[in-house]
């Protein structure tokens, strides 16, 4: 499945200030979401990817006729 991640959002302007602050490339939030560990927040139904020392929390919709999984990313946190 191919994964899109939509930084024109409009709630992505935070994450991506989060991501200069904080020395992480967009690369690696790839690789957060491909391979950290999930988990959904009960709250507010946003997905929490954590990896390394951060996590990303985000938006996720899945098209499955296209093979699509789009990300939307809301904020980086450093544990």
Known sequence: MELKINWDHQ???HAL???WL???SQ???RKAIRQGQKHLQKETGLFESLYSYYS???DEQIYTK???QKVYPITVKLW
């Open 56 to 58: 990303i929390v985000y």
């Open 27 to 29: 690369e690696e939030i």
């Open 22 to 24: 904080r020395g992480i």
């Open 17 to 19: 200030e989060r991501l």
């Open 66 to 68: 296209e093979k699509i």
């Open 11 to 13: 709630r992505c302007k």
